[in-house]
């Protein structure tokens, strides 16, 4: 049986793996539109950005793994076309056989329209090692940065730019910072953390358009302000690598739909990490992180091969942003308590969520313990005593 892997990424390399693993020994050919072999990306608007991390350690698997494999990594080569019919792509490297598909294509960073300014040089996102090489020469010290949106990536980039020298300004639409994945209170700890290091975050204000000639000059606010600006990082979100799976027919709905074990509309192909939407707890759910492409991806890799297993998420995250560490478990949708905790040291702190008093995320600020004591409830469908949680004279390890 050949099994094709569309997309190089997170999913793929983990899929690719599991595959092998559990024992499949037809054909794996992966797919990858970057010329880089499947790498890591959060280091990219941390540690790579910043410079700490050199090229090679980004990369998941060393080049001779793929060998020792026997699998077919093709980078370099984007799919332009899945013929369900004949299972086959079409690819710039020439059309490709399946009996079993997989789709993990990622997602794209969303840009500003041209009209806008979308286009002008030093505008950037952070999404591959492209974007990072065009955008690093630009962050040089005294430069001033105009961040738009203040989401986890933004805000990562806005640290790194401080500790670079650059004169950062975040702004976000939205009333707050992390409006779309993390409490007020969770906000209010990641805002001070800037403001300390003199970073300025302007919130609730749109942009109107970014101003230059074919440099971005400055940033026009909705309110009529203009920012001087001699680079601009786009942190506006991303949208799920649809185009391919629509063109060829599979059901799209917030991503490319699957059913609980990982398959599209079409028996024969799957999809798994950013891309992939599939059904959790009566709703339609679709993660953008490291673990849910691991998770789902593995999960896939293993129902390919016929376990009819289940996927069931198990969400965590994290954000590192100047010295300080968010780590994040579980998903907080449609909370209804909060509860903050303080931790050990004094920056230390958690943010405990509930929904119908049932705990089910908890964001930690340097508080690896309370990260983990919250993950393992979780994780166990427990809870824990909202009282107990914000008494900080309770051992945290005693809410287990
Ligand atoms: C800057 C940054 C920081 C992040 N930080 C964190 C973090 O701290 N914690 C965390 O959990 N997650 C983080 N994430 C998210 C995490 O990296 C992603 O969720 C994960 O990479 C998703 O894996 P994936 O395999 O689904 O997609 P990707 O890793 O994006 O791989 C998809 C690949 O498919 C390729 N592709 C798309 N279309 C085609 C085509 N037609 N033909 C061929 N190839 C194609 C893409 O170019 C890409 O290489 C971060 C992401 C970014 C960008």
């Known amino acids: 049986m050949d099994i094709v892997?569309?997309?190089?990424?997170?999913?793929?390399?983990?899929?690719?793996?599991?595959?092998?693993?559990?024992?499949?020994?037809?054909?794996?050919?992966?797919?990858?539109?970057?010329?880089?072999?499947?790498?890591?990306?959060?280091?990219?608007?941390?540690?790579?950005?910043?410079?700490?991390?050199?090229?090679?350690?980004?990369?998941?698997?060393?080049?001779?793994?793929?060998?020792?494999?026997?699998?077919?990594?093709?980078?370099?080569?984007?799919?332009?076309?899945?013929?369900?019919?004949?299972?086959?792509?079409?690819?710039?490297?020439?059309?490709?056989?399946?009996?079993?598909?997989?789709?993990?294509?990622?997602?794209?960073?969303?840009?500003?329209?041209?009209?806008?300014?979308?286009d002008l040089a030093g505008v950037h996102t952070v999404r591959g090692i492209a974007h990072i090489e065009q955008a690093k020469p630009e962050l040089t010290p005294g430069k001033r940065l105009v961040v738009i949106g203040g989401g986890y990536i933004g805000l990562e980039a806005a640290a790194v730019a401080h500790k670079l020298g650059l004169e950062v300004t975040v702004i976000e639409a939205a009333p707050r910072i992390l409006g779309r994945v993390a409490a007020p209170e969770t906000a209010d700890l990641i805002r001070n953390l800037h403001l300390a290091h003199g970073v300025t975050i302007l919130e609730g204000i749109g942009i109107d358009a970014?101003?230059?000639?074919?440099?971005?000059?400055?940033?026009?606010?909705?309110?009529?302000?203009?920012?001087?600006?001699?680079?601009?990082?786009?942190?506006?979100?991303?949208?799920?690598?649809?185009?391919?799976?629509?063109?060829?027919?599979?059901?799209?709905?917030?991503?490319?739909?699957?059913?609980?074990?990982?398959?599209?509309?079409?028996?024969?192909?799957?999809?798994?990490?950013?891309?992939?939407?599939?059904?959790?707890?009566?709703?339609?759910?679709?993660?953008?992180?490291v673990g849910n492409a691991i998770d789902m991806a593995e999960l896939v890799a293993e129902n390919m091969l016929g376990a009819s297993k289940d996927y069931a998420p198990k969400p965590w995250f994290?954000?590192?942003?100047?010295?300080?560490?968010?780590?994040?478990?579980?998903?907080?949708?449609g909370y209804d308590q909060i509860v903050t905790r303080p931790g050990e040291p004094a920056q230390a702190s958690s943010v405990w969520y509930y929904r119908d008093g049932q705990l089910i995320a908890v964001d930690a600020l340097n508080d690896a313990r309370a990260y983990m004591v919250g993950k393992c409830l979780i994780e166990a469908g427990k809870t824990a005593d909202p009282a107990r949680v914000a008494n900080p004279d309770i051992p945290v390890k005693e809410l287990l």
Not at 226 to 240: E, F, H, K, N, S
Request: charged fraction near 25%; aromatic fraction near 4%.
């Open 210 to 289: 970014l101003e230059g000639d074919t440099h971005v000059r400055a940033v026009r606010l909705a309110d009529g302000r203009r920012l001087p600006a001699d680079l601009v990082v786009l942190g506006i979100g991303v949208a799920p690598e649809t185009a391919l799976a629509a063109e060829a027919g599979l059901t799209i709905d917030n991503g490319i739909a699957c059913d609980a074990q990982g398959r599209t509309s079409d028996p024969a192909i799957w999809a798994a990490g950013d891309c992939a939407s599939f059904p959790w707890q009566g709703q339609r759910l679709r993660l953008e992180s």
């Open 5 to 118: 892997i569309l997309g190089a990424g997170q999913a793929a390399a983990a899929m690719a793996a599991k595959l092998r693993a559990q024992g499949h020994s037809g054909g794996i050919t992966v797919i990858g539109d970057e010329d880089a072999p499947p790498y890591q990306r959060p280091p990219l608007s941390k540690a790579y950005l910043l410079g700490e991390m050199p090229l090679e350690r980004l990369t998941l698997r060393a080049d001779d793994w793929w060998t020792d494999q026997d699998i077919r990594l093709l980078t370099g080569t984007r799919a332009t076309r899945i013929d369900r019919d004949a299972k086959q792509v079409e690819t710039s490297a020439g059309p490709i056989r399946y009996d079993q598909l997989a789709l993990t294509l990622g997602a794209s960073p969303r840009r500003l329209p041209a009209v806008l300014g979308g």
């Open 318 to 333: 994290w954000s590192d942003q100047y010295d300080a560490k968010l780590q994040i478990a579980g998903l907080n949708t």
